[in-house]
């Protein structure tokens, strides 16, 4: 089986809208090493990071970070190690003023 290391996912999404950052390839597993948030801007602002198995609708129990305060011109950085599957989806929103001045970033690797 082999192994891709990569940028999974990089977005500047719309402030306010649920948006998706990464979907999983079909036939394909995913471990996703890390996420970093950037508020770029001059605002303190919130982010949301959920991820929907076989990309269904987003449910409560969907998230992993909801509405954590980043501060304006601040970085999240995490090492979360999610395993993923084929069609699941890594959604992010970010909130706020500021909300589409935030850049979002997956990283990790496909195991196909």
Do not use: W
Request: with cysteine; hydrophobic share 40%.
């Amino acid at each position: 089986m082999p192994t891709t290391y990569k940028v999974l996912g990089q977005i500047t999404p719309a402030g306010v809208t649920e948006t998706d950052l990464y979907t999983v390839p079909a036939a394909t597993s995913t471990v996703a090493s890390s996420i970093i948030i950037c508020n770029r801007s001059l605002y303190t602002g919130t982010f949301r990071v959920s991820i929907s198995v076989g990309g269904g609708a987003t449910a409560n129990k969907d998230y992993i970070y909801y509405d954590v305060i980043i501060l304006s011109k601040d970085t999240f950085i995490a090492t979360v190690g999610l395993t993923l599957a084929a069609t699941d989806v890594v959604r992010v929103y970010s909130g706020g003023i500021g909300g589409d001045h935030f850049s979002f970033s997956l990283y990790g690797s496909e195991l196909t």
